[in-house]
């Protein structure tokens, strides 16, 4: 009986993780930046490294490396009225493979979810087109799950890059 | 149809004193002449003696179209090739960064070459009995261009006969590199990690112009100023205490500075292009102090040196046409022209040694907050760059303007006073563009191979820094002490260092 409860509280765990992964790449294609926003926990990192072996986000420099508070200024400039860059406002599609679910990480206590995406940007007649891989790391309450480390490693970070608009 | 290769008159047509025409930033003819006439005489950026620590460590690199190797020598010293096959061209080595023991192989037919870059063995030899091959240039190796090492920035000359690095560039702006290298108690500084790049689909000179324009920063940018100034009031009204700020709201609350402040940081120009942004204050002034920096510095430095270094933080010194940096932070910035209206920007970082890691930090946040192809703060810069390259093109008025704070700089005869080796100016004055471009127009009438000499800077000390006479740090390192900012920065024309010139190894 209690095999059973584990078993099903696993299936539940996952399932959580994976739906969070989902759910935050549907609200940014979405833009919906405030309840991106609330995703994160307020311990959280978003990262954007320069190279895929990158461990250190503050001594080594990387594309994005923000916390909730870079995040928030982030999205209180997308209702600016001269936020210029966003006009034409910027619009983007994450595609996901499907997202691979990696349990608990002991150590952190953070569930671990690893999704290869694609995205495409497109502001006016420009277009952009990036991959990688996203890595997730969740905290999962008794209620809310939260995103306490999204790490995205994009195949071509160490390439000289156009401005990318938006959030990955 | 060349309009501009067959005539002087048709290029300086392209600029009066006032007003910059179209065609500078839309014409290919132009852009091809800037990169043979202009970037190919110019010392350029290269690296950094960090990079490549060891003998036979490499980086390659491309400047103006010419694919180049920086690879360190077995006497400690620095030399800057073609990544060219002497045989049929191939590329040597095509990764960013690497090491070679000894020599470095073609991966085509084995031509073997020296660290130098001369030629060490080619294979099958007996196959080239009663051929020109000795005499060729191919038996002359790898095109080595001339090298010169600074403070351990290392620069490259592809021009031959372009007189020294401390001939083109004024000593006030190698100065402004002691300065950085300085903020280090130890004198030396390291590249920290790969740099930022960021591609913009404008013309160069639109991306350089923008290096002395502190009149757009609280129009372009006051959505990142006042978001994160509207973010920070919540963030404080919801704590019970004070709370220190943030880095990040450091560096971005000052980009809504007015325009009196920036006209009070002031600049001053130098004939050759080159320019000093906020010689008295910039958007760097207030950053908060380091526990136990300043004394470290007062130790390494002595006190007045010291406090110089420390009050030292301009917005941007500028080594024409593509060197761009700071001070605190220790940002570089290279403009790397790729076509007539595609330009790479290149945001390095680095470390200054012996000093606490937040400098460091600051450094690299600055350059992500700001500089980053992700970056709110330059998402702005890049889209209006990217309209002027558009909006250029259209139909109507062909001319840029820059007249703003032509007043000051008229002789008593109405004829213009910018002529003169340097200047000083206002924060907002458009001179700091002007400038520019009487070194753009200078270097692109040249008809003939001369090499491009700056007027102002040959005054120093004219002596080459070729690869021969520039050994790393040992050369500055003497120079040090007698150079960089004086603490007395307002008195109004006083050159910002002693003119004694650059010290030669
Ligand atoms: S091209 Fe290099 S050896 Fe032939
Ligand atoms: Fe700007």
Same mark, same amino acid.
């Given at each position: ?168 | ?77 620095? *030399? ?49 009995? @009663? !051929? ?7 038996? @002359? ?26 001939? *083109? ?68 009204? &919801? ?18 500075? @007015? ?32 526990? @136990? ?34 001070? &605190?932070?220790?940002?570089? $910035? ?54 002027? *390259? ?28 910018? !002529? ?15 400038? *520019? ?28 820094? !070729? ?21 007395? $920065? ?16």
């Amino acid at each position: 009986m209690s095999t059973n409860t584990t078993a099903a509280e696993h299936e539940r765990q996952r399932e959580r993780a994976l739906a969070l992964v989902i759910t935050e790449a549907a609200l940014l294609d979405a833009a919906r930046w405030q309840a991106w926003l609330a995703l994160f926990a307020p311990d959280a990192r978003y990262w954007v490294p320069l190279t895929s072996d990158q461990t250190d986000p503050v001594l080594q420099q990387s594309l994005a490396y923000e916390d909730p508070l870079l995040l928030s200024i982030r999205v209180e400039r997308m209702s600016h009225p001269r936020a210029w860059s966003l006009f034409p406002a910027p619009r983007a599609v994450h595609v996901l493979q499907a997202p691979i679910y990696l349990g608990l990480d002991p150590a952190s206590g953070l569930y671990q979810v690893d999704t290869a995406f694609g995205y495409t940007e497109v502001r006016g007649q420009r277009e952009i087109q990036l991959s990688g891989r996203m890595r997730h790391r969740i905290r999962l309450g008794p209620i809310d799950a939260q995103i306490v480390l999204k790490r995205i490693d994009l195949i071509n970070a160490d390439a000289a890059l156009p401005s990318i608009y938006l959030p990955l | 149809m060349a309009i501009y290769r067959e005539s002087s008159e048709a290029i300086r047509n392209l600029y009066d004193g006032e007003r910059v025409h179209r065609d500078a930033y839309l014409s290919t003819e132009i852009f091809a002449l800037e990169m043979e006439r202009l970037f190919a005489r110019r010392w350029l950026y290269a690296g950094h003696m960090s990079q490549v620590p060891q003998a036979g460590d490499f980086i390659t690199l491309e400047i103006a179209g010419t694919t180049l190797l920086m690879i360190r020598q077995a006497d400690g010293g620095v *030399q800057i090739m073609a990544n060219r096959c002497a045989h049929k061209g191939a590329m040597l080595r095509c990764q960013a960064s690497g090491h070679v023991d000894r020599a470095i192989q073609c991966p085509y037919h084995a031509w073997s070459y020296r660290l130098d870059g001369s030629l060490l063995a080619v294979p099958l030899r007996e196959g080239y009995q @009663g !051929s020109h091959l000795a005499t060729s240039e191919a038996a @002359g190796g790898l095109t080595r261009f001339q090298t010169a090492v600074y403070r351990d920035f290392v620069f490259v000359c592809l021009d031959p006969n372009a007189a020294g690095l401390t001939a *083109q560039v004024p000593a006030e702006l190698l100065g402004c590199l002691d300065a950085m290298a300085d903020r280090s108690p130890l004198g030396r500084l390291e590249v920290a990690g790969p740099c930022l790049r960021n591609v913009i689909e404008c013309n160069w000179k639109i991306y350089l112009e923008n290096i002395n324009d502190t009149v757009h920063a609280n129009v372009t940018h006051e959505s990142s100023a006042l978001s994160a100034e509207a973010v920070w009031q919540r963030t404080q009204s &919801a704590a019970p205490s004070a709370l220190k700020k943030p880095m990040a709201i450091e560096q971005l609350l000052p980009f809504s500075s @007015g325009s009196d402040f920036m006209e009070k940081m002031g600049g001053r120009v130098w004939a050759g292009g080159h320019s000093i942004l906020g010689i008295h204050a910039s958007l760097h002034s207030d950053y908060s102090s380091v526990p @136990g920096y300043e004394q470290a510095m007062i130790a390494a430095w002595g006190e007045p040196r010291a406090k110089q270094i420390l009050a030292w933080s301009p917005q941007n010194a500028l080594i024409y046409p593509s060197i761009a940096f700071k001070s &605190a932070p220790q940002t570089l $910035r290279v403009i790397r022209p790729l076509g007539v209206s595609r330009t790479l920007v290149e945001i390095w970082a680095f470390r200054a040694l012996g000093a606490p890691d937040i400098l460091l930090e600051r450094t690299q946040t600055y350059n992500r907050i700001v500089f980053s192809p992700m970056s709110i703060v330059a998402h702005d810069d890049v889209q209006v760059f990217e309209s002027i *390259q558009r909006g250029l093109a259209g139909a109507g008025n062909e001319w840029v303007s820059l007249h703003r704070g032509q007043a000051g700089t008229r002789a008593a005869d109405g004829s213009r006073a910018e !002529s003169e080796s340097m200047a000083t100016v206002g924060g907002t004055d458009e001179r700091l563009m002007r400038n *520019q471009y009487r070194a753009w127009l200078e270097a692109l009438v040249m008809s003939d191979t001369a090499s491009v000499e700056s007027a102002s800077a040959a005054s120093a000390s004219a002596a080459s820094a !070729s690869a021969a006479s520039a050994s790393g740090a040992s050369a500055s390192g003497a120079s040090a002490s007698t150079k960089g900012i004086p603490a007395k $920065r307002d008195s109004g024309d006083a050159p910002l260092v002693s003119s004694a010139g650059v010290t030669k190894s």
